[in-house]
């Protein structure tokens, strides 16, 4: 496993969680690193937010104002802070790592996809 989750849990509606992803493998402050979710029985992915080399953020609407996306260079370790949590971010979350080129992240050139960790709100 080259990225490895953790975090996840039962929350809530309206509580927090705070996701990690941590690599022995990268070095995230080298690639654009992004957070992914799959909700259960679907089978696409979704966006939900990224962070490129220069720190530039980007996330899905359904989550602006509501999560963020930050790493730290010195642990290596990529996060996704969750607020005001809703039933339906119920989802298996995994972090990924892309390359970067450009000022962009290049989706096409996935290099790390860890195991994911299970994110449950409800009541």
């Known amino acids: 496993v080259q990225l490895l989750e953790s975090g996840g849990g039962l929350v809530q509606p309206g509580g927090s969680l705070r996701l990690s992803c941590a690599s022995s493998?990268?070095?995230?402050?080298?690639?654009?690193m992004a957070w992914f979710r799959q909700a259960p029985g679907e089978e696409r992915t979704e966006g939900v937010a990224?962070?490129?080399?220069?720190?530039?953020?980007s996330y899905a609407d359904s989550v602006k104002g509501r999560f963020t996306i930050s790493k730290d260079g010195a642990k290596n370790t990529l996060y996704l802070q969750m607020n005001s949590l809703k039933p339906e971010d119920t989802a298996m979350y995994y972090c990924?790592?892309?390359?970067?080129?450009?000022?962009?992240?290049?989706?096409?050139?996935?290099?790390?996809w860890g195991q994911g960790t299970q994110v449950t709100v409800s009541s």
């Open positions: 990924a790592a892309f390359g970067w080129s450009g000022s962009i992240c290049l989706w096409g050139r996935r290099v790390g």
């Open positions: 493998a990268f070095t995230f402050n080298n690639y654009c």
């Open positions: 990224d962070i490129g080399i220069d720190g530039r953020t």
